[in-house]
T-cell receptor, first 113, second 116 residues
């Protein structure tokens, strides 16, 4: 389930289960969205992106869903593995991705064996 | 893929001193770099946009005179934290914007600054 930590909410899942991480973005004019994974002490790592003209995009074990009506993004991770444990951020930008990224609050994913 | 190299990865300095953080694009030219700050258990907050050959653009609430940004060439942007204080202790990260080729923002490894 979900719990609120000091600042980051935490999603705890069992290894092998599917994970769904949610994000609310702020600007209805944003047209490009990216999900990042960040491990402790490292910079963000690109996972998957989606443009505003799409509702869904699939990658390897990951799927991003975009709901522009309610300004909501989700990241689905299939068959979650211990190596997926990290903090996940969504980011939004204007101009098709050439401009500054605005990051969401982030969610910590904890995968238990 | 494109690589952004950030140095140093960590630094400890005394209060009142200045610290310079370098961000290099290794295999591409970056006319723009973004500098972010991240406090523990928080998200990345954009501090400023570094522009090659012109002044940086700072976000609201970021002190220009304290966080000096220089984009001297198409492959190097620097952030200097001047007269550092303990409250400046944070994780600083640079990134290049998504490009037409890669559509990813490439991030440096980050710099952990501790001011004592």
């Amino acid at each position: 389930g979900e719990s609120v930590g000091l600042h980051l909410p935490t999603l705890s899942v069992q290894e092998g289960d599917n994970s769904i991480i949610n994000c609310a973005y702020s600007n209805s004019a944003s047209d490009y969205f990216i999900w990042y994974k960040q491990e402790s002490g490292k910079g963000p790592q690109f996972i998957i992106d989606i443009r505003s003209n799409m509702d869904k995009r699939q990658g390897q074990r990951v799927t991003v869903l975009l709901n522009k009506t309610v300004k909501h993004l989700s990241l689905q991770i299939a068959a979650t593995q211990p190596g997926d444990s990290a903090v996940y951020f969504c980011a939004e930008t204007l101009g098709g991705g050439y401009n500054k990224l605005i990051f969401g609050a982030g969610t910590r994913l904890a995968v238990h064996p | 893929g494109a690589v952004v190299s950030q140095h140093p990865s960590w630094v400890i300095c005394k209060s009142g001193t200045s610290v310079k953080i370098e961000c290099r694009s290794l295999d591409f030219q970056a006319t723009t770099m973004f500098w972010y700050r991240q406090f523990p258990k928080q998200s990345l907050m954009l501090m400023a946009t570094s522009n090659e050959g012109s002044k940086a653009t700072y976000e609201q609430g970021v002190e220009k005179d304290k966080f000096l940004i220089n984009h001297a060439s198409l492959t190097l942007s620097t952030l200097t934290v001047t007269s550092a204080h303990p409250e400046d202790s944070s994780f600083y990260i640079c990134s290049a914007p998504p490009s037409m080729v890669n559509t990813e923002a490439f991030f440096g490894q980050g710099t952990r600054l501790t001011v004592v």
